[in-house]
């Protein structure tokens, strides 16, 4: 969903990640200054696997393709993303929720009155809510 587009968060839970903007070359650079060695799993220069696929081939062509902009237009994406996500959950829940937030009702006639993808949205958490399940939004 246009509304989940994001890397990696600085902070999820328990976990933070101080050094998740910081560009490799920086990072190798303020190791070699303190004398330690760089170590990488040898399997990240391999694109056998698909996150190494994209990470190896398809993100040089994009970079290359978009003149250099790809980092900043994927930034702006993500903003435009969690700005969407944020509106999204701004927007009346018709589906009622007790005091957990547990959905407990569906308001038919306020729900066909929304636009199309607060629709899709308050569904999509309403089912996740009552299965306990996390459902996609493919077809």
């Known amino acids: 969903h ?5 890397g990696m968060r600085w902070r999820e839970g ?20 303190e004398g330690v060695e760089w ?4 399997s990240n220069r ?4 698909k996150r190494n696929k994209v990470r190896l081939q398809l993100v040089p062509l994009l970079q290359e393709l978009s003149g250099g902009a790809l980092g900043l237009r994927l930034e702006e994406m993500t903003q435009q993303s969690a700005q969407l996500r944020d509106w999204l959950e701004g927007q009346a829940d ?8 547990e959905p407990r009702h569906l308001d038919l006639t306020a729900w066909a009155q ?3 993808m607060v629709r899709v949205d308050q569904l999509h958490r309403f089912i996740t809510g009552v299965t ?3 459902v996609s939004f493919s077809h």
Do not use: C, H, I, T
């Not at 246009?2 to 994001?6: E, F, G, H, V």
């Not at 190798?28 to 200054?33: C, D, F, G, P, V």
């Open 46 to 49: 391999v694109a056998d696997y």
């Open 14 to 33: 328990p976990f933070v990640r101080p050094l998740l903007g910081a560009p490799k070359d920086l990072l190798y650079a303020m190791l070699q200054a």
């Open 94 to 101: 018709v589906f009622g929720g007790d005091a957990r937030g």
């Open 132 to 134: 306990g399940e996390a």
């Open 2 to 6: 246009l509304s989940n587009l994001r």
């Open 114 to 116: 929304l636009p199309p």
């Open 39 to 42: 170590m990488e799993d040898a």
